[in-house]
C-alpha cells in the first residue's frame, strides 16, 4: 500500500482498498496442475490446483497448500530445468489483482481457514473463498454472482493471459533455462 501524506480532507487509501497480485499459472509438471497464488503479505500465498479454478459455484476445486513464491514469480512464465524444483513448463495463465472481502485480516481469515475475497483477473472475476477441509487439502470455490458460469474456463480459454501462447509453445520457445526466482524458503513438496 503506498500511502502519501495528504492534505486535510483528502481521501486516503484504507488497508482493505490496497490492489493485492494475484496470478494463476498453468504447470507442466510431472502432472499438469494449476498454482492459484495470491499476495499476503509481501510474498506469494500459493495452492496447487490439481483440476484448476471453476466457474460453477455447486463445484469445490481441491487446493492444496504449496510454498510461497517471490512476488515477482507472479510474471514468470517459461521453462524451468530438469533437478530444479518445480521443474517443468509454466504458463501465467491468468493475472491481475484481488481484494479480501470482511473486516477481518488476511492473516487471521488463512489461520482460521476461511477467506473471502474477489478477483480481478482476466479470467477469474468476482467474489471467492476459500475453505480449509482438512489439515492438507483446502476448497476453492466461486460465490455465486455475475460471474458464475457453468463454462470450464480451463477448456474456453487455455492460452496465456500474458503471452496468449499455449503452454507448448512456450516450452518449445524457452527450453531448460534456470527459474532464478525461486520459491520462498526451503526446498519442501513437490508442485
Ligand atoms: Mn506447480
Do not use: C
Not at 490496497?18 to 509438471?29: G, I, M, N, P
Not at 503479505?41 to 483440476?51: D, E, M, R, Y
Not at 504458463?91 to 481484494?99: A, I, L, T, Y
Not at 480459454?157 to 524457452?174: F, H, N, V, Y
Request: glycine share 10%.
Amino acid at each position: 500500500m503506498s500511502v502519501v501524506k495528504g492534505h486535510p480532507g483528502e481521501v486516503m487509501k484504507k488497508p482493505s482498498d490496497t490492489q493485492r497480485s494475484f496470478v494463476v499459472q498453468l504447470h507442466q509438471a510431472r502432472r499438469l496442475h494449476y498454482d492459484f497464488r495470491l499476495e499476503v503479505g509481501g510474498v506469494l500465498k500459493s495452492w496447487a490446483l490439481p483440476k484448476g479454478p471453476s466457474l460453477d459455484p455447486t463445484v469445490k476445486r481441491l487446493a492444496v497448500p504449496v510454498e510461497d513464491h517471490e512476488l515477482a514469480y507472479a510474471d514468470f512464465e517459461g521453462t524451468i530445468a530438469d533437478g530444479e524444483y518445480g521443474a517443468g513448463t509454466v504458463m501465467v495463465w491468468d493475472r491481475g489483482n484481488w481484494v479480501p472481502e470482511g473486516a477481518e485480516g488476511v492473516t487471521e481469515a488463512l489461520r482460521r481457514g476461511e477467506l473471502k475475497f474477489r478477483l480481478r483477473g482476466k479470467k477469474l472475476k468476482g467474489s471467492w473463498v476459500l475453505i480449509r477441509a482438512s489439515r492438507l487439502g483446502w476448497l476453492l470455490i466461486k460465490h455465486r454472482d455475475r460471474f458464475a458460469s457453468a463454462t470450464d474456463v480451463t477448456v474456453t480459454k487455455p492460452l496465456s493471459t500474458l503471452s496468449g501462447r499455449s503452454l507448448a509453445e512456450i516450452a518449445a520457445a524457452d527450453q531448460g533455462r534456470p527459474d532464478p526466482r525461486g520459491p520462498v524458503g526451503h526446498r519442501r513438496g513437490r508442485r
